[in-house]
């Protein structure tokens, strides 16, 4: 059973189009998040909910937006995509203070 | 703010070398301090943590890291590379603001030669 699994592994599409990537973890942890790896390998992170409240939203532009239904899920969904948007993007989970975090095998984003 | 610095991007050793892994940190206060390890097209998996016990950490795959307070640095180790360990490497430290989140260093690209 894969502890952080998130869909679609891989993710091409045009500009100007909306997309979606989906985040389940079964660790019962309450906070979640998604980090963005840019092509020089960078990690920063997007956003994080806690038990489906957002905590954590970095200077995102919000033609991203985050959805926790409950609190082992966490969609993010990009709107307008644009030639910048491509990365790989990882949901991660943790217990929520000073927990490690447990990453999902990463989105890779591709906007043509 | 919490910031981390990975000294080298990208190392070479030879198999059955040693591996050293550069991290220094700036925090305001006492940090958590992680080394997290990615192969390629796989997410990121923890090798090790320090949390304010041992200052010596011991990880997996025989990986190890010592907190050193003075120098503000949190190097990792490991006494003979394996092929199998060439990956990027991330340190990283909790940030102040008690959500969990982490701030990563640029990542350190470990190369193994035969």
Redesign the interface.
């Known amino acids: 059973d894969t502890a952080?699994s998130q869909t679609p592994k891989y993710l091409v599409t045009q500009m100007g189009n909306d997309k979606s990537i989906k985040c389940e973890q079964n660790l019962g942890h309450d906070?979640m998040?998604w980090y963005k790896q840019d092509s020089?390998?960078?990690?920063?992170?997007m956003f994080?909910y806690?038990n489906k409240e957002l905590?954590?939203n970095e200077t995102v532009p919000n033609r991203f937006s985050p959805k926790s239904p409950d609190k082992a899920h966490l969609n993010l969904h990009i709107n307008s995509l644009e030639l910048g948007d491509s990365a790989v993007y990882?949901c991660?989970s943790?217990?929520?203070?000073?927990?490690?975090?447990?990453?999902?095998?990463?989105t890779q984003l591709s906007v043509l | 703010a919490q910031s981390v610095t990975q000294l080298g991007s990208h190392v070479s050793v030879s198999e059955g070398a040693l591996v050293l892994l550069r991290c220094n940190y700036s925090s305001s206060v006492p940090p958590y301090l992680f080394w997290y390890v990615q192969y390629p097209n796989q997410g990121l998996q923890l090798l090790l943590k320090y949390t304010s016990a041992a200052t010596l950490v011991k990880g997996i795959n025989g990986f190890e890291a010592e907190f050193k307070k003075s120098e503000t640095s949190f190097h990792l180790t490991k006494p003979s590379a394996h092929m199998s360990d060439a990956a990027e490497y991330f340190c990283a430290v909790t940030d102040t603001s008690n959500t969990g989140k982490l701030i990563f260093g640029q990542g350190t690209t470990l190369q193994v030669k035969p």
Not at chain 1, 40 to 45: A, C, D, E, G
Not at chain 1, 94 to 106: A, H, M, V
């Open positions: 952080v906070t998040y020089k390998k960078f990690l920063k992170i994080s806690n905590i954590i990882f991660a943790s217990r929520k203070f000073p927990g490690e975090l447990f990453f999902g095998s990463g």
